[in-house]
């Protein structure tokens, strides 16, 4: 079974072709990094032109990539937010239902946020259910229980700002450019992560939920008072310093609840998903912690963290295997709480 997956409900448009859920013939992502970068966050009028503008020719790169025509696609994948309704959501969405229709093929949607976990099935098919979900992106930080496919339990989420929204709006006090994770990345592995002390929210709390606003307005008022001395721009080492102190505490969290979850749920293997899990201190923490508890850790390439179909189509592909397609007239975005289960969807 060949499935087209279409995502438009993050600042990129991806569109990719997977056969069987697990061979992935073409995954194609059209960026907008550059266009949001200067505002140091996703501009939704910006990401509608775009996304309107660019959803096709996503498409038609995705079946020319993998030589298959779209008359020969048998099913269709859109990703749907968690969130309230932004216009520039309903663009992958608006463009699935009519190639449903046209081409008499059916129609599933996936949460944005299950698309990022089940994007690890493209590269590790021994991934064995249960496990703990930990998806961090720039909108959500959400750790799960996930006991069969579609079978969710959310254990904790961000309380505030999401852990990529946190590196963003850090990178973007640094000066140091968007999306902020990377930069941040490179920046930290030049500095010292001891020269600042910053919190890490909630780490003691025995919720799994997540905090990062107050360990942003740590950073904010360490780089003001530093601001002080150097008017003229803060030297880069003490830039990297701050990165890497900052980068400590924003992961030093997640990899505690996760692990602290996986004990709580009693199982022995985490998948991580979404931009946050290409960060290189969380994928090294986390595979030292799972060696140290005999977890089983899974992580997509960096390719398959950050936004793209092809976890989309592999979902949708299982979605539709197990629950059957959804209804192209009245399919909508979910709107209430993110990675809600297959059956309770409708
Ligand atoms: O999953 P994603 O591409 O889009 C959303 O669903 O939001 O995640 C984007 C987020 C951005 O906030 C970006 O700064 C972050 O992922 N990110 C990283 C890294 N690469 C991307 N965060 C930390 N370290 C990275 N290496
Ligand atoms: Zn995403």
């Known amino acids: 079974m060949i499935t087209l997956g279409i995502d438009t409900t993050a600042d990129d448009t991806c569109a990719a072709i997977v056969g069987n859920g697990k061979h992935v013939l073409s995954n194609i992502i059209f960026s907008q990094s550059s266009l949001h970068g200067k505002f140091g966050g996703i501009v939704p009028q910006i990401a509608s032109y775009e996304h309107l503008h660019n959803v096709i020719p996503c498409v038609d790169a995705a079946l020319r990539e993998s030589g298959i025509d779209i008359s020969n696609i048998d099913l269709f994948s859109v990703g749907l937010s968690p969130d309230p309704a932004l216009s520039y959501y309903f663009i992958s969405l608006s463009v699935a239902?009519?190639?449903?229709?046209?081409?008499?093929?059916?129609?599933?949607?996936?949460?944005?946020?299950?698309?990022?976990?089940?994007?690890n099935f493209a590269e590790n098919l021994d991934i064995k259910f249960p496990f703990v979900a930990l998806t961090v992106a720039g909108g959500h930080t959400l750790l799960s229980y996930?006991?069969?496919?579609?079978?969710?339990?959310?254990?904790?989420?961000?309380?505030?700002?999401?852990?990529?929204?946190?590196?963003?709006?850090?990178?973007?006090?640094?000066?140091?450019?968007?999306?902020?994770?990377?930069?941040?990345?490179?920046?930290?592995?030049?500095?010292?992560d001891e020269s600042y002390d910053f919190p890490s929210p909630m780490i003691f709390d025995s919720s799994f939920d997540f905090s990062y606003s107050g360990l942003k307005t740590s950073v904010v008022r360490k780089v003001r008072e530093l601001e002080n001395n150097y008017p003229n721009g803060l030297p880069?080492?003490?830039?990297?310093?701050?990165?890497?102190?900052?980068?400590?505490?924003?992961?030093?969290?997640?990899?505690?609840?996760?692990?602290?979850?996986?004990?709580?749920?009693?199982?022995?293997?985490?998948?991580?998903?979404?931009?946050?899990?290409?960060?290189?201190?969380?994928?090294?923490?986390?595979?030292?912690?799972?060696?140290?508890?005999?977890?089983?850790?899974?992580?997509?390439?960096?390719?398959?963290?950050?936004?793209?179909?092809?976890?989309?189509?592999?979902?949708?592909?299982?979605?539709?295997?197990?629950?059957?397609?959804?209804?192209?007239?009245?399919?909508?975005?979910?709107?209430?709480?993110?990675?809600t289960n297959w059956f309770t969807s409708a």
Do not use: W
């Not at 009519?98 to 976990?117: R, T, W």
């Not at 590196?167 to 990345?185: E, M, N, S, T």
């Not at 924003?250 to 505690?256: F, G, K, Q, Y």
């Open 146 to 192: 996930v006991s069969g496919l579609g079978e969710y339990q959310i254990l904790g989420h961000s309380r505030d700002d999401a852990a990529g929204e946190a590196f963003d709006k850090v990178a973007r006090l640094l000066k140091l450019g968007y999306p902020g994770g990377p930069v941040i990345d490179k920046a930290a592995d030049k500095g010292n």
């Open 97 to 119: 239902k009519v190639f449903s229709l046209v081409y008499k093929k059916p129609l599933v949607g996936i949460d944005h946020m299950e698309g990022h976990i089940m994007a």
């Open 236 to 339: 880069e080492d003490i830039v990297n310093n701050l990165a890497a102190s900052f980068r400590k505490a924003a992961i030093r969290v997640l990899v505690e609840k996760l692990f602290r979850a996986v004990k709580y749920k009693n199982c022995n293997s985490v998948v991580l998903g979404g931009g946050v899990a290409a960060n290189k201190l969380l994928r090294e923490l986390v595979v030292d912690r799972g060696k140290e508890e005999s977890t089983a850790t899974y992580f997509p390439t960096v390719k398959l963290c950050t936004d793209n179909a092809v976890g989309t189509a592999i979902a949708g592909y299982y979605k539709f295997l197990k629950c059957g397609g959804d209804d192209p007239l009245t399919l909508k975005h979910y709107r209430e709480k993110p990675l």
